[in-house]
């Protein structure tokens, strides 16, 4: 069988595309809301996650479903990298903290939403891999760095948006910390066994407000 096109892959892209927006749809009474904004759609389209995943699970890339990328980690669901992002809602003007790199689709999708995206990474193989992926398709606004991602990044805070992609107890203090005033976080909270996808805004005066989404089920965050 001959290889696909990027024709091919594109339409692949559409028609994940559309099973977000089913997705979605079906679960439009938990959500409080029946589609994901425009621009979050736009990226996921846009985004060749074929390139984000070891090649022996390429072929299920567009596929709705998380894939494994080694060292016991996967890269999550197309929906949940478009919620997630959906409920961060970062803008061209802001600056973005992702916690979990992983090889980079979740920071590629943020790359062409955001102003600035800072990754910090556990798994070093991870860091330079999503490296140098986001530098070849030419995401130029992302800074990577290998390390304990519950400490956030310090020299670049405060930050606009925090969005973390692997489960805690509870939100880590220093990201609390390094979150602006009127900033928000996206992260899955809870036990192994009750996780929920949760926002938490910080108001003004610095008072958080949180709100859950839906249950979810992530790998813990790994600190050093």
């Known amino acids: 069988m001959k290889p696909m096109t990027e024709e091919h892959l594109a339409v692949l892209r559409r028609h994940?595309?559309?099973?977000?927006?089913?997705?979605?749809?079906?679960?439009s009474e938990e959500?409080?809301?029946?589609?994901?904004?425009?621009?979050?759609?736009?990226?996921?389209?846009?985004?060749?996650?074929?390139?984000?995943v070891p090649a022996s699970v390429a072929p299920y890339a567009y596929q709705d479903m998380p894939l494994p990328?080694?060292?016991?980690?996967?890269?999550?669901?197309?929906?949940?990298?478009?919620?997630?992002?959906d409920l961060l809602a970062p803008q061209p003007y802001e600056a973005v903290l992702e916690i979990g790199t992983g090889l980079g689709y979740q920071t590629a999708v943020l790359a062409g939403l955001a102003g600035q995206v800072w990754s910090v990474e556990i798994v070093e193989e991870f860091a330079s891999s999503a490296a140098a992926l986001l530098q070849g398709l030419d995401l130029s606004n992302v800074g990577i760095r290998v390390g304990d991602g519950s400490r956030g990044w310090a020299e670049h805070a405060p930050f606009d948006k925090i969005l973390v992609t692997a489960a805690a107890e509870q939100a880590p203090p220093a990201l609390l910390k390094q979150l602006k005033p009127g900033g928000?976080?996206?992260?899955?909270l809870g036990s192994e066994e009750a996780q929920f996808l949760t926002v938490i805004d910080k108001d003004a005066a610095g008072q958080l407000v949180t709100r859950q989404i839906i249950p979810v089920r992530f790998s813990r965050l790994e600190t050093a």
């Not at 994940?16 to 679960?27: G, K, Q, R, S």
């Not at 409080?32 to 060749?48: C, E, N, Q, Y």
């Open 31 to 52: 959500l409080g809301k029946a589609a994901l904004d425009a621009r979050v759609m736009a990226a996921m389209r846009r985004i060749p996650r074929h390139l984000f």
């Open 69 to 85: 990328i080694g060292f016991d980690k996967t890269v999550s669901q197309p929906f949940i990298v478009a919620l997630m992002t």
């Open 16 to 27: 994940m595309v559309e099973m977000i927006a089913i997705h979605t749809d079906l679960a």
């Open 184 to 188: 928000r976080l996206v992260l899955p």
